[in-house]
């Protein structure tokens, strides 16, 4: 926590996020005894192209091979869900869970075991893109700080990761050891730096990456039990919904 929080005032509002939270099944419990009164905000992007950015991701560090189409594919199969819910969030298991990382019903729900309703924000991509003040607004409401506070890039985007690097020495030079050891002793600001370099860098060439029909109905089939799920849990109608026949 002090690597984040140690420069903090007191009294002030403080949070992190990460995507590790909802993915790993342990992280309702953990929070839940460490932070009991934290705000929760999920922010929700279409289940499927979710599915495709983890892909790519993978796709881009060489730890996926497979079509997108074969790898949603063999991880429809039951055991092969059953399995991947229960995985914890690592390197190591990521290419496996695509699907089940994208189910949205079951992980807000399971957070819910743990957490009143009104600890938990729920609020989508699509809005976010589409009118950004609005949502910033939503959340600043939610967390109880000034509502009229619009940072002058809300508009801009930072990320959009391709399946190759720009530069693949570079991403080789970031990610060795020793790079990584050293830039956790930088400050805040040079180790801002860093991450923006290598975002960048993950923006190389962006094939056209589709499903094969058949595959697409069967996720779209999937989801659809899901999206009822969050739907009855949260009370919340999600901006896919038509697109996933809703």
Not at 71 to 77: N, T
Request: charged share 25%; net charge positive; with cysteine.
């Amino acid at each position: 926590m002090a690597a984040y929080f140690g420069n903090a005032c007191e009294g002030q509002k403080l949070g992190k996020a990460s995507p590790q939270y909802m993915a790993d099944p342990a992280s309702p419990a953990l929070l839940r005894t460490h932070v009991p009164n934290v705000k929760l905000i999920a922010i929700l992007r279409d289940p499927i192209e979710r599915a495709k950015s983890q892909y790519k991701m993978e796709f881009r560090r060489g730890a996926e091979t497979r079509s997108f189409s074969d790898a949603i594919r063999s991880q429809l199969v039951s055991d092969a869900l059953q399995e991947a819910r229960t995985l914890p969030d690592s390197p190591d298991t990521a290419s496996d869970c695509y699907i089940a990382w994208s189910e949205y019903g079951r992980i807000v729900g399971g957070f819910l075991d743990y957490f009143p309703r009104q600890q938990l924000l729920v609020v989508f991509t699509d809005d976010l893109s589409a009118k950004p003040v609005s949502v910033l607004r939503q959340v600043y409401a939610f967390l109880n700080v000034d509502a009229d506070f619009v940072p002058a890039n809300v508009r801009e985007w930072y990320h959009r990761g391709g399946v190759s690097y720009r530069y693949p020495v570079l991403q080789r030079l970031i990610s060795a050891p020793w790079v990584r050891a050293l830039g956790s002793h930088l400050p805040p600001k040079l180790r801002g730096h860093t991450v923006r370099l290598e975002i960048w860098n993950a923006q190389g060439r962006d094939a056209g990456i589709t499903l094969d029909p058949e595959v697409k109905k069967a996720a779209i089939q999937h989801f659809q039990q899901d999206l009822r799920v969050l739907r009855g849990k949260c009370a919340v109608r999600s901006p896919w919904d038509s697109r996933f026949g809703m």
